[in-house]
């Protein structure tokens, strides 16, 4: 057997062999269900405001707590929503030259 007759032969197999997952592509339109999990790194002063914000948020609309997730989920809205805010949005990070330097 020739080596590029080893390699199909080997990429049937792995293909084979490998779980298929149904991906929908990205130009489908298709609306995905399943969230999606992001993680960012915060620093002290930034989770101490986002805790303090939730802490008071939480106390003034009588509610046992708020998440910080629930508040990024706001945000991403309404920085979806409001052009005012995805402006202001974009030039704070052009001014600050690269993401997490503030850190």
């Known amino acids: ?60 609309a009588g509610l046992a707590r708020v998440p910080g997730s629930e508040v990024v989920r706001v945000l991403l809205d309404q920085l979806h929503e409001d052009p005012e805010l995805k402006q202001n949005v974009t030039d704070e990070i052009i001014r600050r030259g690269h993401p997490g330097k503030d850190l």
């Open 1 to 60: 057997m020739s080596g590029e007759q080893e390699r199909t032969d080997l990429n049937s197999r792995l293909m084979a062999s490998k779980p298929r997952t149904s991906r929908a592509p990205r130009s489908s339109g298709a609306v995905r269900v399943k969230p999606v999990r992001i993680t960012t790194d915060l620093g002290a002063a930034q989770h101490r405001a986002l805790k303090d914000f939730c802490d008071q948020l939480a106390a003034d």
